[in-house]
Every structure is written in structure tokens, then in C-alpha cells.
């Protein structure tokens, strides 16, 4: 049984940080992709960053330079550090978790099998 939680959603000025976190738990898969996820009020949802399990990192370019995408594998646990937040980053944040790498590892929900239940982020 899968489970992803993520904390470290809140409110936050533009300009200001944020680090979410995402406790996984029983995924024993050695290839695997986990990434972060948005949706905003009205908007589809779209992929933010993906990391596979020989850490490779993508991001969509409209967070480029701005989040970095990281894991403690001895903690079992995923991170979004994101700084330089604007309005436009207000939104519903997921932890999700698939079993590709390398080129099946990228931001679109079809790479992923497994989502937590989201934090929020709203900036303002």
C-alpha cells in the first residue's frame, strides 16, 4: 500500500519561500519517478518537477531557477524548496510517485501512478 503525505503548504508573500515535503511510504520499487505536481482554482493540473531514481531532475519552465526538486532516500521522503514565490504559484501542490526513469520520468500525470492529497500554497 502506497501512501504519499505532504506538509509544508501555507500562505506566503510574494517574493517569499516554501519548502514541501512528501513522506512516501511503502514503495519498494528500485526505478522509480516522484515528482510535484499543481493545480490552481479553476485550471488544469500540471506537473512543476519530476526526480528519478538515479536523480535526475525536470522542470517546467515556468518554475525554472526558482524550485529545486530533492530526496532523502534514507528519510523515504521528497522536497519542493521553492523560492522567489509569485501569485501566479498559488495552488493545490501533490506528491506523486510512478515506476519509470530516465525518459519515463517527466512532468505529465500519465508518469505517475500514485498522488498524496495535496498541500496549499498560496502566495499573496
Known amino acids: 500500500h502506497v501512501q504519499l503525505v505532504e506538509s509544508g503548504g501555507g500562505l506566503v508573500q510574494p517574493g517569499g519561500s516554501l519548502r514541501l515535503s512528501c513522506a512516501a511510504s511503502?514503495?519498494?520499487?528500485?526505478?522509480?519517478?516522484m515528482g510535484w505536481f499543481r493545480q490552481a482554482p479553476g485550471k488544469e493540473r500540471e506537473g512543476v518537477a519530476v526526480?528519478?531514481?538515479?536523480?535526475?531532475?525536470k522542470y517546467a519552465d515556468s518554475v525554472k531557477g526558482r524550485f529545486t526538486i530533492s530526496q532523502d532516500n534514507a528519510k523515504n521522503t521528497l522536497y519542493l524548496q521553492m523560492n522567489s514565490l509569485k501569485p501566479e504559484d498559488t495552488a493545490m501542490y501533490y506528491c506523486?510517485?510512478?515506476?519509470?526513469?530516465?525518459?519515463?520520468?517527466?512532468?505529465?500525470?500519465?508518469?505517475?501512478?500514485?498522488w498524496g492529497q495535496g498541500t496549499q500554497v498560496t502566495v499573496s
Open positions: 506523486a510517485a510512478g515506476g519509470g526513469n530516465g525518459a519515463f520520468c517527466y512532468t505529465g500525470e500519465r508518469s505517475m501512478d500514485y
Open positions: 511503502g514503495y519498494t520499487y528500485s526505478s522509480y519517478c
Open positions: 526526480i528519478d531514481s538515479d536523480g535526475l531532475a
